[in-house]
């Protein structure tokens, strides 16, 4: 059975600083996918990962992923208010099937 | 990208009753949809899988006489609580894939009184 976890489950940071949510996994994939939720909405897409070493830039998050180690981190440059939010990864086993998600990190920016 | 619209976005239903929520692939053809189940403060747990022409897949511990889904065609897949109790109230989100990525529709709160 594929397991995802995040770490942290929860996060509280100040505008401007930095931080990295973690994204394990127990078994072998190489496609991993990071959401962003607001509360009472559905998610976002924020990155897809379909490969090792993979980088992807967006604003202040940086996500990349390494699949031999079975990780993928979310980076988070110079936080502002607006980014908090809950974040989820996700796997799958292969293309086009189901995902299984992280518990989500709730991120909270504080002034 | 793809879009997936989910409907409705809000339902209030009273005990005993059924509802319906309808999720639709505008752009592209999926032959398989997910239906996600999300309590406050928690993770998406999967549902069921839902493929076009055949039965759903369900995970285990949902009942399937209860979580209905129909997948007649290949832009709509529907799901309905039957006989809904408020323990069934929560977020419920459908998705489509292509091989790359998933594409979530917008959620459906569901409130049984």
């Known amino acids: 059975e594929l397991k995802v976890e995040q770490n942290p489950l929860f996060l509280s940071m100040q505008e401007g600083k930095n931080y990295t949510i973690y994204c394990n996994y127990s078994t072998t994939s190489d496609r991993l996918y990071w959401y962003r939720q607001d509360p009472g909405k559905s998610l976002e897409s924020l990155f897809v990962?379909?490969?090792?070493?993979a980088v992807k830039q967006e604003g202040r998050l940086m996500a990349s992923l390494d699949t031999k180690a079975r990780l993928s981190t979310l980076h988070i440059t110079a936080a502002v208010h607006d980014l908090s939010a809950t974040y989820f990864c996700a796997v799958d086993m292969s293309r086009g099937s189901r995902l299984t998600f992280g518990e989500g990190t709730q991120l909270t920016v504080n002034p | 990208g793809a879009v997936v619209s989910q409907h409705p976005s809000r339902v209030i239903c009273k005990s005993g009753t059924s509802v319906k929520i309808e999720c639709r692939s505008l752009d592209f053809q999926a032959t398989t949809m997910f239906w996600y189940r999300q309590f406050p403060k928690q993770s998406l747990m999967l549902m069921a899988t839902s493929n076009e022409g055949s039965k759903a897949t369900y995970e285990q511990g949902v009942e399937k006489d209860k979580f209905l889904i129909n997948h007649a065609s290949l832009t709509l897949s529907t799901l309905t609580v039957t006989s809904a109790h408020p323990e069934d109230s929560s977020f419920y989100i459908c998705?489509?894939?292509?091989?790359?990525?998933?594409?979530f529709g917008q959620g459906t709160r569901l409130t049984v009184v």
């Open positions: 990962l379909l490969s090792n070493g």
């Open positions: 998705s489509a894939r292509d091989s790359h990525q998933a594409f």
